[in-house]
């Protein structure tokens, strides 16, 4: 079974721009989660989604905003981006825990953002 | 607060040497305890997970992990690092009913002497 897939790999982008960024789950999948990685700050978490819903937001500007579709797929866009929004974006995606007990978590191998 | 403890920021260990990764956890419910590892430039891989019952835990590459609710700790270990096990080591909680989201530490970066 194909992993997750996220889109671009890598991206430069200029202060004042917006970016989208797309991940695939794997299939069957139907959660999606985002988060932030950054060497200052972690991983962070950005927001889920589940049946095209948003269920669930971390602590993050409305800059940062995000969508599912009826194929689970999923895009996170920001707008105006900043310097600081450089960092490593990772989507990952599971099965709903009333299949497994609890979201396990699969990760893509990330967007690497760069805002100059 | 929710939080994640991992308080050794760099390991170093030779090759063959056995290996103990720490991790503390404050988690309001049931915790859902996960590690994960990362090399450099690629995305993050489930090594194990505990959700409940016997707790020690095995997962794939050797690894292994012991949850103590008495010490809110899910240490991770191997009895045997090959060079291949260099990486970033991250512990995570949560994930349970409907909160769709992981809770991660700052992470513990593994290097191997040879």
């Known amino acids: 079974k194909a992993g997750v897939t996220q889109t671009p790999r890598y991206l430069i982008k200029t202060r004042g721009q917006q970016v989208t960024l797309s991940c695939s789950p794997i299939?069957?999948?139907?959660?999606v989660s985002w988060y932030q990685q950054t060497p200052g700050q972690g991983l962070q978490f950005l927001f889920e989604?589940?049946?095209?819903?948003?269920?669930n937001k971390g602590n993050f500007p409305g800059r940062f905003s995000g969508r599912q579709f009826s194929n689970s797929r999923s895009e996170m866009n920001v707008s105006t981006l900043e310097l600081g929004d450089s960092a490593l974006y990772l989507c990952?995606?599971?099965?709903?825990?009333?299949?497994?007990?609890?979201?396990?978590?699969?990760f893509g191998p990330g967007t690497r953002l760069t805002v100059t | 607060a929710q939080s994640v403890t991992q308080p050794d920021i760099h390991i170093t260990v030779s090759e063959g040497a056995s290996l103990e990764l720490r991790c503390n956890y404050s988690?309001?419910?049931?915790?859902?305890l996960f590690w994960y590892v990362q090399s450099p430039g690629q995305g993050l891989q489930l090594l194990l997970k505990?959700?409940?019952?016997?707790?020690l835990v095995q997962g794939i590459k050797g690894f292994e992990a012991e949850f103590k609710r008495s010490q809110s700790s899910f240490n991770l270990r191997k009895p045997s690092v090959h060079w291949s096990d260099a990486a970033e080591y991250f512990c995570?909680?949560?994930?349970?009913?409907?909160?769709?989201?992981?809770?991660f530490g700052k992470g513990t970066k593994l290097s191997v002497k040879p």
């Open positions: 995570a909680v949560g994930g349970g009913g409907s909160q769709g989201n992981l809770i």
């Open positions: 299939s069957g999948h139907r959660s």
């Open positions: 988690y309001g419910a049931t915790p859902y």
């Open positions: 990952a995606s599971s099965l709903h825990p009333s299949e497994t007990g609890a979201y396990e978590q699969y």
């Open positions: 505990y959700f409940s019952g016997d707790t």
């Open positions: 989604y589940f049946s095209e819903t948003q269920r």
